[in-house]
Every structure is written in structure tokens, then in C-alpha cells.
């Protein structure tokens, strides 16, 4: 069996794993929820998402397909991320008022609190709503689509698309002030990572790492600005501790937006990030 045949088999491996992780913590989330269900479920879906994502533009014609059979996906993703950003938020708070020695701001705790049993109610309506067994019957015309990547030049073309998005990256990043271009640039940076762990050899494993850091760095901006926006938008008249926390929270986001530049670079000047096929 050639190389081309191996990663064939390789790409439907691994979206039947993570399709199967899916529905099994759909199914769990339709009786009860824990935050490791509802990441792990997230998670299930994000690296499904990359694939496709990544599957479309070596085969665009498959584009309309893939939008159609991946609505149950959205749904149930959307419900989840409204829980599970309120769960970052209320560990965010407790891990940072631990770290600079600030109570954590109880009145937004607390709405965050509520905020997570409102999510929690949505979401449970959401996975009982769906009918498991079309969600099952969605991975068999997914699974068509990907046979049809056997006339594809894999190697060349994952190469050609994820430096052109690694050149998007670097767009969105210029500006480090707006959190909706940072936030797709994160997305994209993990689309990336997982592809080039999907298909690639890393010729140093070191390189691997880098990228990994620069998502993480730019999810942790990101994560400190969203906190920092809510809290100025709910706490209308904050006490003494409550701007001390916020204004620690402003010079923690300045930090790491003076390190994704660099990061940004690092990854430009040693691009050369893939070997060989797995």
C-alpha cells in the first residue's frame, strides 16, 4: 500500500474516532453534563471542522456537501461554546484573583455563575432536540466525500494551503487591539495544528510546540479581553478591588499582546515545519 493509499485510510481513521467521540458525548449531554463532556465534545467537533474545512479547499467543488451534512455539528457547537465561555470565565477569575492576591469580583462570579446554569439549560434542549440517529446516519455521506481525495497530491496541496493560511494569520494579528480578527486567528491557528499532526512527520518536534504556544497565547489574550470587556459592561460602578482587577487584567492582555508579534515572526522565519508524510 503506497504512501497516498496509508494517509487515505489515515484521514477516514481519524474523522470515524472523532465523529464517534462526538456522538458519544452527545448522547452523555443528553442525560447529564460535566465541563470535561461538554470539551471533549467540543474539541470532537473542532478537529471534524478542520478537516472539512481543510477538505474543501482541495476539493472546493465538495463545499456546498459539506455545509449541508455539518448543520447538526454548528448547532449543538454554538450551545456548547455559550457554556463553556462562561466556565473559562468563572476559572479565569478564581485563578487570577488567587495569582494577584484580589478577592474575586463576587457580583460578576455570581453572573457568571448564572450565566452557566442559563447555557446549561439551553444546551440540554439543544442535544435533546436532536435526533441522534440522523446524527449518526450524517457520517456516512462525510465519509463518501472523503474518498474522493484519493486523486488529490495530498503532500503539495496541504503545503500550499496552510502556508496561505499561515499568511492570514498574519494578517489578522497587525492589529492586536480587535477581538473578533484575534479570534479567528486562533481558530486558524489550530486548524493548522491539527492538519500538519494529521498528515505530516514534524521534522522538529520543537516546531510543533511553537505553534501550539502561539495559539495558546493568543486564546489567553483573547480570553483575558473578553473577561475584561464583560466586566466593564456589568459592572457599572465598580468598588476599590474591582478596578484594581480589572486594571490588573488590562496590563496582563498588554503582555501577551507584546508577545504575539514575535511569535508571529518566529513562525515566518522557520516555516519549514513539514516532513514527511505519516
Known amino acids: 500500500m503506497g504512501n497516498q493509499s496509508k494517509m487515505m485510510k489515515k484521514l477516514e481513521k481519524y474523522f470515524e474516532q472523532q465523529y464517534d467521540l462526538a456522538l458519544k458525548n452527545l448522547r452523555l449531554s443528553q442525560s447529564v453534563f460535566s465541563e470535561k463532556t461538554v470539551h471533549e465534545l467540543r474539541v470532537s467537533i473542532k478537529r471534524i471542522r478542520a478537516l472539512f474545512g481543510f477538505i474543501t479547499q482541495l476539493l472546493p467543488d465538495s463545499s456546498a456537501s459539506i455545509q449541508h451534512y455539518f448543520k447538526p455539528f454548528k448547532k449543538i457547537f454554538r450551545a456548547a461554546g455559550a457554556l463553556r465561555d462562561a466556565q473559562v470565565q468563572e476559572r479565569l477569575l478564581t485563578r487570577c484573583a488567587k495569582e494577584w492576591n484580589l478577592p474575586a469580583p463576587t457580583a ?94 514534524p521534522d522538529s518536534p520543537q516546531r510543533y510546540q511553537d505553534l501550539k504556544k502561539l495559539e495558546e497565547t493568543i486564546g489567553d489574550w483573547h480570553d483575558i479581553a473578553v473577561l475584561s470587556d464583560s466586566m466593564c459592561a456589568y459592572l457599572t460602578s465598580p468598588t476599590e478591588d474591582e478596578q484594581a482587577f480589572l486594571q490588573n487584567l488590562k496590563t496582563q492582555k498588554q503582555v501577551l499582546q507584546s508577545q504575539i508579534p514575535e511569535l508571529v515572526k518566529q513562525e515566518l522565519r522557520c516555516w519549514k515545519i513539514f516532513g514527511d508524510l505519516k
Do not use: C, G
Open 108 to 201: 460578576y462570579l455570581q453572573h457568571t455563575q448564572q450565566k452557566q446554569q442559563q447555557a446549561f439549560v439551553q444546551l440540554q434542549q439543544t442535544a435533546q432536540a436532536i435526533n441522534l440517529e440522523k446524527w449518526a446516519n450524517k457520517a456516512k455521506p462525510l465519509r463518501k466525500i472523503l474518498h474522493n481525495l484519493s486523486a488529490t497530491d495530498l503532500p503539495v496541496a496541504t503545503e500550499k494551503i496552510l502556508r496561505y493560511k499561515f499568511m492570514e494569520v498574519r494578517a489578522l494579528v497587525q492589529d492586536i487591539t480587535q477581538e473578533e480578527p484575534m479570534h479567528e486567528a486562533r481558530k486558524i491557528v489550530k486548524t493548522i495544528y491539527y492538519i500538519l499532526h494529521l498528515v505530516f512527520k
